[in-house]
C-alpha cells in the first residue's frame, strides 16, 4: 500500500511506526488483524461470540478534520445555512400541525429533530459535515426502522416537505434538484405497507 502511495504522491510518508502497507501496527491492512495469539473465549474480542469485533480492529480510526463547506456546492449556491434552515424550520411547522405526522416524532420538541434534518441536509448538499462529525454515519434507513414508514406516511412527509421547498423561493432548477432528492429519498424509507405494523 504504501509503494502503491509513493508512486501515486511522490511526498507520501507512511505514518511514524507504520508497518508494511503504510499502516499503523505492522499490517498491510487495517480490516486484517495483525498476525498474533488469538484471545481466549473469556477475553473481550473473543472468536465465536456474535457482534464482537476482535481485539485489533476495535481501536476507532482518527475522526478527519471537519471539511469546510465547499464554495461551488449546491449548498452554497442556494444560500446555505439561512436556506436549509427556512426549509427544515417551515417542514417541522407542518408536522407539528400534521397528526399522523407528529406521532412518528416521539420527542416533545421538535427542536433536535429539525436540527438533525439540517445538518443532514447541509451535509448531502456541500455544506459542513457537521450531521458526522457529531452522529456519525446517516444510515438513513436504519434509523427509520423503528417507525412504520408506509406509502400514506411517505406521502404526508413528502406534502409537508413540498411546502417548505416551495415557500424556500429556490430558482426553479435547484428547487427541481432538491425535490427530486426528497422524493427518491422518501421512497426508499417506505418500510411497511401495513399500517401499524411496526
Request: proline letters at 12%; hydrophobic letters at 35%.
Amino acid at each position: 500500500m504504501a509503494d502503491l502511495l509513493a508512486t501515486a504522491d511522490p511526498g507520501f510518508r507512511p505514518a511514524r511506526g507504520a508497518g508494511p502497507g503504510g499502516y499503523p501496527g505492522g499490517v498491510s491492512d487495517p480490516a486484517i488483524p495483525a498476525p498474533g495469539p488469538e484471545p481466549r473465549a473469556s477475553e473481550p474480542g473473543a472468536p465465536g461470540r456474535l457482534g464482537v469485533v476482535p481485539t485489533q480492529l476495535r481501536q476507532a480510526a482518527p475522526r478527519p478534520a471537519r471539511r469546510p463547506a465547499r464554495e461551488d456546492s449546491f449548498w452554497a449556491q442556494v444560500g446555505g445555512t439561512a436556506t436549509f434552515t427556512k426549509i427544515t424550520k417551515r417542514f417541522y411547522e407542518q408536522v407539528a400541525d400534521d397528526p399522523v405526522m407528529r406521532e412518528m416524532y416521539p420527542e416533545e420538541d421538535l427542536g433536535p429533530a429539525e436540527e438533525r434534518l439540517r445538518l443532514f441536509l447541509e451535509q448531502y448538499w456541500g455544506g459542513p459535515t457537521t450531521y458526522s462529525d457529531t452522529r456519525g454515519h446517516p444510515r438513513l434507513r436504519m434509523r427509520h426502522v423503528p417507525y412504520a414508514v408506509t406509502p400514506a406516511a411517505r406521502d404526508r412527509w413528502l406534502a409537508c416537505m413540498r411546502v417548505a421547498v416551495r415557500d424556500a423561493g429556490l430558482a426553479p432548477l435547484h428547487e427541481a434538484t432538491l425535490w427530486d432528492y426528497l422524493e427518491r429519498a422518501a421512497h426508499s424509507l417506505v418500510n411497511t405497507f401495513e399500517e401499524g405494523d411496526r
